[in-house]
């Protein structure tokens, strides 16, 4: 068999199922835009058909998915240069998703730890879409024949499982339809752990909200909760190898490094032998400067919803020309009479 190329599309997404933390921000938006800056074909994508895995009170979802749209939008992502949309105006998303429901093992799915991190003990009573949410994930990607994705370290195992269903449907049918995606999880950042205790990455569950900086929190809040991170009583080292003990200050040189745009070795040179009492009032005022234009340009994109929701109409459109030919190709691969 011939192993055909794809011509690079970027892929990513984000549930609006809360507002947005540094941890998205630094793990998946920012890369979402040095791709799309890069000049390749990008669609970002808010996952609305996956937040309701998990209850969703429905005018907080309609608030959610345009805070998340007027996230991006703030943070770098054109409208004009990468196609933006709610995936539940994407009907092919579903659609798809349900011929990799099909392709898809049960012992793949029992496998994802995010699944079993979710539902916990109560794995009787959680909805059968959050168990079979990797296959959904699969098709937001594969129905565009992407061939990169942008995302935080917590996505790589879906992404494996995305490569498995891909590899699987294709050998089933004899064909080469659908691409082997790359994951692309990169920099300083690519797991953000929780300001309160360095072994949880930081969260829009988590019940402390302590734990996180939100986009949406002012200059005083970000600066208090960089002052009451967790933290541990010795200085900072002059080289990484000395953070491998100390998760928590290996969490806020890492975001130090992610905001600043330098590696971690670097950083370091900067401020080794400092206390956290002196470096605290650094990266807060850094982690500020970088993200208080982007809260405000979102507060100013909030006061006008009518543009958003004309905005990800559109997208739905652009997106709908990829999506269809698609879909229509794969149901004639699986036998659907047209
Ligand atoms: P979610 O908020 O779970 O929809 O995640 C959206 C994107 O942000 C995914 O690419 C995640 O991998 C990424 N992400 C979420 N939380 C973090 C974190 N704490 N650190 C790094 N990346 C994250
Ligand atoms: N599963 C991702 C998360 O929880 C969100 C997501 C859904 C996604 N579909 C995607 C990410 C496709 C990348 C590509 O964060």
Redesign the pocket.
Known sequence: MTTPTFTPRV?????PSGGLTLG?YLG?IKRFVQMQDAGMPTVY?M?DL?AITVWQDPSDLQHNTRELAAGFIASGISPEKSILIN?SQVPEHAQLGWIFSCVARMGWMQRMT?FKDKAGKNTQNVSLGLFG??A???A??LVYH?TH????E??KQ??EL?RDIATKFNHDYGVDFFPITEPVIEGAATRVMSLRDGSKKMSKSDPSDASRINMTDDADTIAKKIRKAKTDPDALPSEAAGLSERPEARNLINIYAALSEQPVDDVLREVGGQQFGAFKPLLAELAVSKLSPISSEMARLMADPAEIDRILARGARQAREITVPILEKTYEIVGMVR
Do not use: E, K, R, W
Request: with cysteine; glycine share 6%.
């Open positions: 892929f990513s997404g984000i549930q998205n998946a994508c996952v996956h995936q995010q949410y990797p959904l994930m699969a937001d990607i992407a994705v942008p995302v935080g917590d996505q879906h992404l995305t």
